[in-house]
């Protein structure tokens, strides 16, 4: 298997809601990040995981929470969110860099999130 | 502080054509530069690393440290070669900062 999933598609949520979004991979891969992209904009990191522990947290707004339970699954949850943080967003893995070594990034097909 | 650069938000060249995306970095620390593609309703997905010297789909792109560059190129476009791209640049270790991209437009 060497795809990343991604669930869902689509999300719609208020304000005041809380829900999560789920990625997936089987690569043995073991960085797992999250980006958000705004529409005609490039991919805008927020979180590196690294070895199941968080490792970058691009000063990303606290009402994003992410999580690794294995090193399979990272999820992001959400909570008290705006309008503007509606965005494609976007989960990735890849071998962890830090053995020097450069290793390729695998992307899933994202989440497109709307906040009303 | 690290950045990269893409001049060219939509190139238009007719098949047959030769193109260049450019990509130019600022970064202190030794770059490691990447091309990423996204084709029409598919994923971002890694079209070459500087560190491969490789070809792929007949693309090429050399990293210039002296202009600080890492251009891509391909001799002759094909239609297929339509998409966005990214250059990201990798630094400390897991960080990837990637370019506003470049719409390819090629035409018939």
């Known amino acids: 298997d060497t795809e990343v999933t991604q669930t869902p598609k689509h999300l719609v949520m208020g304000m005041t809601n809380k829900k999560s979004l789920k990625c997936e991979q089987h690569?043995?891969?073991?960085?797992m990040y999250w980006y958000k992209q705004k529409a005609k904009k490039p991919p805008e990191l927020m979180f590196v995981?690294?070895?199941?522990?968080?490792?970058i947290n691009e000063s990303v707004p606290s009402r994003f929470s992410p999580e690794c339970p294995n090193s399979s699954l990272l999820n992001l949850h959400l909570h008290a969110l705006q309008p503007e943080d509606s965005a494609l967003y976007l989960c990735?893995?890849?071998?962890?860099?830090?053995?020097?070594?450069?290793?390729?990034?695998?992307f899933g097909p994202g989440t497109r999130l709307t906040v009303l | 502080a690290q950045r990269v650069t893409q001049p060219e938000k939509l190139l238009s060249v007719f098949k047959g054509a030769p193109v260049e995306l450019k990509c130019n970095y600022s970064?202190?620390?030794?770059?490691?530069l990447f091309w990423y593609v996204q084709y029409s309703r598919q994923r971002l997905q890694l079209l070459l690393r500087h560190i491969s010297r490789e070809s792929i789909k007949g693309f090429t792109a050399d990293l210039n440290k002296g202009e600080t560059s890492f251009h891509l190129k391909k001799p002759f476009a094909q239609e297929e070669d339509s998409a966005m791209y990214y250059c990201?640049?990798?630094?400390?270790?897991?960080?990837?900062?990637f370019g506003s991209g470049t719409k390819l437009n090629v035409k018939p």
């Open positions: 990735a893995s890849s071998q962890d860099s830090r053995s020097g070594s450069v290793y390729e990034q695998f």
């Open positions: 990201a640049l990798r630094y400390n270790f897991n960080k990837f900062y």
């Open positions: 995981y690294s070895y199941e522990k968080l490792s």
């Open positions: 690569m043995g891969h073991r960085a």
């Open positions: 970064y202190s620390g030794s770059p490691e």
